[in-house]
């Protein structure tokens, strides 16, 4: 449901735009709103996790993420409904962000370092699975039912989910810890993650990461409805393709880690993100909308290659802190998000175009080959790291 939630808006930016009579890149404030305290809120969600209950603590803020999802059913129109989806998306946000960071991180508790990086590949599916139909969603309310209609839709599904979660949480027990020892403090969680120093290369990777990858695919649903004149639909479902390229990975995870070694997979999913960027900036070019189905298809394989591999390797910055580290690694990537969607919006109206009618149109091509070099730099920085990095508890972190 986070999945879904997160990227449902994607598809529908540019009938938001014109709902309300804005550029894109005001309306996309509204992706922003929701990635930026997605990213912040991590860094109080991890080590209240490691304290009180993984499952408590996401069952109180998914009880708080259904709300404020169903919220933005109710926005008005005019310049004080797009004030108030912003607004509602920034709480949404500020609530989601515990949910998939503490997954990963009780994943991180409950299996050794040699099965984990496959699990999290079979909990991606999850999340692919949102994003595939996220897509298509987006797209049918987009043309059919009304934007807003989604997220009652969403808000209603979250519900029942927050229930089955309430109901874990009352069975959780709370973190035991030794008596005789003071209480962690949360800022010495903190210093305990990042006095690791392979802290140094995972931290600046999935910032890069989140910068680039989003910075182009938020733009993709648009760029098909200006270039080809498409319905939000069917933008919608050629985007959900990205989801299946993911879900694919997830299902062949641990065959492919079988063969492939870490600095392997993260060579590899750079390359497959750059080629599917480089894929979906020639359309303009090919004059075919076509292509963006392998296009989106290399992007969620790729991204989960090496989206995966740094998750895992976050997961073994401090054993004793593992909430705090995941969470640092979502505020990061998160941050980068946020960045990237204002930074591609930018690029696109600097090497944008007007009709003759007097409409821009963004440059799409200049945003999505951005994405793909920065991307493949990235690529290439972390699989020349990887090889040094010391496995988990093989380097004790000092307290500060």
């Known amino acids: 449901m986070v999945a879904s939630d997160a990227r449902v808006i994607d598809p ?34 991890g080590p209240l996790g490691d304290r009180i209950g993984k499952v408590r603590v996401m069952a109180f803020a998914f009880s708080l993420f259904a709300l404020g999802t169903a919220a933005c059913a109710f926005v008005p129109e005019g310049s004080i409904g797009l004030n108030a989806l912003i607004a509602l998306r920034l709480i949404t946000g500020i609530f989601a962000a515990a949910i998939i960071p503490l997954s990963i991180a009780y994943i991180g508790d409950k299996f050794p370092p040699e099965q984990r990086q496959a699990t999290l590949g079979q909990f991606m599916s999850a999340l692919m699975m949102g994003t595939v139909f996220s897509g298509p ?50 800022l010495q969680s903190y210093g305990l993650v990042l006095s690791n120093p392979n802290s140094r290369i995972v931290y600046p990777a999935i910032f890069l990461e989140g910068l680039f990858l989003f910075g182009g695919l938020v733009y993709v649903s648009s760029f098909l409805q200006d270039q080809f004149e498409m319905k939000i639909l069917h933008a919608g479902f050629l985007i959900s393709f990205y989801g299946i390229g993911g879900l694919a990975y997830s299902l062949g995870a641990k065959r492919i880690l079988k063969s492939l070694k870490q600095p392997q997979m993260a060579l590899l999913g750079g390359t497959l993100l ?57 505020f990061f990537f998160f941050l980068g998000q946020s960045l990237g969607v204002q930074g591609g919006g930018a690029l696109g ?11 821009a149109i963004p440059g799409y091509w200049a945003v999505f080959l951005a994405s793909g070099l920065g991307l493949i730099f990235m690529a290439l920085w972390v699989a020349s790291r990887l090889p040094g990095m010391q496995q988990e508890n093989a380097v004790p972190a000092k307290q500060p």
């Open 12 to 45: 529908l930016m540019k009938t938001i735009a014109a709902d309300f009579n804005v550029p894109l890149t005001k309306a996309s404030l509204a992706v922003s709103a929701y990635a930026l305290p997605y990213g912040l809120c991590q860094l109080i969600y």
């Open 137 to 186: 969603m987006g797209g049918i309310f987009g043309d059919y039912f009304g934007w807003r209609n989604i997220f009652l839709l969403l808000g209603g599904i979250s519900t029942l989910v927050m229930i089955s979660l309430l109901r874990a949480a009352q069975k959780e027990k709370r973190p035991v810890r030794d008596p005789s020892k003071p209480a962690t403090p949360t």
């Open 274 to 330: 750059t080629c599917g960027f480089v894929l979906a900036s020639s359309l303009s070019v090919l004059k075919a909308w076509w292509p963006i189905i392998p296009a989106m298809l290399l992007l969620g394989f790729g991204f989960n290659s090496i989206h995966s591999t740094l998750q895992t390797k976050a997961t073994e910055l401090a054993v004793k802190a593992r909430g705090t580290a995941v969470s640092l690694f979502a």
């Open 349 to 359: 109206l600097f090497f944008g175009t007007a009709e003759s009618s007097g409409k």
